[in-house]
């Protein structure tokens, strides 16, 4: 499996869409998602060039969003 790209904030809150979240609020250079089922927020720094790779991985954890669904989503195999 590919090292595990870093991403901007655009795409993985395209990325947090496609999996159902929506943007609640945002606080400061935070946007807050929340998830449709279990109403766990997930915050997301906006207008960043890229999000570092582990803050990645936290986030797609906390939005129980697997690696090859992320890959899968960006079109990396």
């Given at each position: 499996m590919p090292r595990f790209p870093a991403r901007?904030?655009?795409?993985?809150e395209e990325l947090l869409a496609h999996f159902g979240f929506h943007l609640d609020r945002v606080r400061g250079s935070h946007g807050i998602w929340v998830s449709p089922t279990?109403?766990?927020?997930?915050?997301v720094q906006r207008n960043k060039q890229s999000i570092p790779r582990g803050t990645l991985r936290a986030i797609l954890r906390d939005a129980r969003i697997t690696r090859a669904q992320a890959l899968k989503f960006?079109?990396?195999?």
């Amino acid at each position: 499996m590919p090292r595990f790209p870093a991403r901007s904030s655009r795409q993985v809150e395209e990325l947090l869409a496609h999996f159902g979240f929506h943007l609640d609020r945002v606080r400061g250079s935070h946007g807050i998602w929340v998830s449709p089922t279990d109403r766990e927020l997930i915050p997301v720094q906006r207008n960043k060039q890229s999000i570092p790779r582990g803050t990645l991985r936290a986030i797609l954890r906390d939005a129980r969003i697997t690696r090859a669904q992320a890959l899968k989503f960006w079109g990396i195999r």
